[in-house]
């Protein structure tokens, strides 16, 4: 009994998902099945609908709950110089390489509301990068892509990322970057004079231009294997050779169709090396 | 014993885990048939150190599980902390960077209710001593798949809330002693 409705629901989310696609052009349809059908079950749950079959014809007829699924849909989770010890490898050990460079892409792939996007861009000021870098900020939900561009957090928020900060071997403080006021921080606009914020989806998009950075962390944990190998493709098409790779802490390339073509450069903080051939 | 190489265990604790997991992985055989998922809460800041513990004291591997990795058998995997940890239904392991519930990441709810529907009968569920009520419906999920739920029973335990509620939720769980699931879990593998 149990299983035969379990299955009945799985049909109903591919189907809700195909019809994202054809109708909007969003494609979740190679996204991780046991994260999505948790996150499909509460949007059904919480906006009052008895099955995701019925909340599959809202989708298709009412274009205003596409924002809705949406946030359902990606996850928005992030702190600034969040793992702080990713940072402080990329500050002691990949900068060094950086520093041989006259120009600089660095690519966000996936910055959600841009907590990433603005660590990097400090880290790179703090090391007298920043003005000759370029910063790629890419995702697919426009709603998170303006928050980044505005650069406003909760002020509740601030404490742990100057703890963060602090921990990733800051050299200013993070309070000489935002000004705060009606419980908000409001990060300065200069922070932003080298960053491009497009709409890159790694389902359906390719590759833009030669990155010797890609940053993208805890985004391919929502990707099957298939599209994370899509999307890992994108990242080795991207970047020449000796080009750096940083996934999400429990991320791995073990597993990955693309292994071959990156090495290990920071085991412990899966930051890869993009490898000859 | 039915189907013993296709299930596996998922066990969840928190307060007080430690210890009482040191009474039951150690006693498990290195042909221990099933792989085991362990959600233990652990904060989120701090790198753990579960899968190092335990990959000295057992005979079992222990490891930090991996997003994307294959779930095999007589394996220890321990979800990382400030993940939620999920079962894909070709048996791999799916980290989750999604809201806390109740208070947790990883969640012991979440991953109980998403091994329940990958394993469904062959799946043994035990909730361990614990200082809060995650768990409970994770178990009962469990118990509704057709799975086996066991809880510590709560008289023994260095915190009794989290077996306590994993009861009340889930009446027909077997209550037992740590030595008796340890036990238990030996007779799925001979």
Known sequence: MTETFEKVEDIEIRLLLDALYHRYHYDFRNYAMASIRRRLRQAREQLGYPTISALQESALHDPDILPILLRYLTVQVSEMFRDPSYFQAIREKVIPHLRTYPSLKIWIAGCSSGEELYSFVILFREEGLEERTIFYATDINPEALAQAESGIYDLERIRLFTENHRRAGGKTSLSDYYHSGYNRCVFDKSLRRQVVFSDHSLVTDQVFGEMQFVSCRNVMIYFDRDLQDRAIGLFKDALPRNGFLGLGAKETLRFSAHANAFRDFVREEKIYQRAGA | ?190
């Open chain 2, 1 to 190: 014993m039915m189907d013993a190489a296709g299930g596996a265990v998922i066990i969840g604790a928190s307060a007080g885990a430690l210890e009482a997991l040191s009474l039951i992985l150690p006693e498990l055989a290195s042909d221990f048939p099933r792989p085991i998922l362990v959600i233990v809460h652990v904060p989120p800041d701090k790198r753990s150190v579960l899968a190092a513990i335990f990959g000295a004291k057992c005979q079992l591997r222990a490891v930090e599980a991996e997003d994307k990795e294959p779930i095999e058998p007589g394996v220890i995997y321990f979800a990382p902390p400030d993940y939620h940890l999920l079962i894909e239904d070709e048996k791999t392991i799916a980290l989750s960077d999604e809201d806390q519930v109740l208070f947790s990441r990883p969640s012991i709810d979440v991953a109980f209710e998403s091994a329940a529907e990958v394993w469904g009968k062959s799946l043994t569920g035990i909730i361990l001593t614990g200082a809060n009520h995650d768990g409970a419906q994770g178990l009962r999920a469990v118990a509704d798949a057709g799975g086996t739920a066991l809880v510590q029973d709560p008289e023994g335990a260095y915190a009794p809330t989290m077996p306590e509620a994993a009861i009340a939720a889930c009446p027909q769980a077997r209550v037992l002693s740590l030595e008796s699931i340890a036990s238990y879990l030996q007779g799925i593998a001979s």
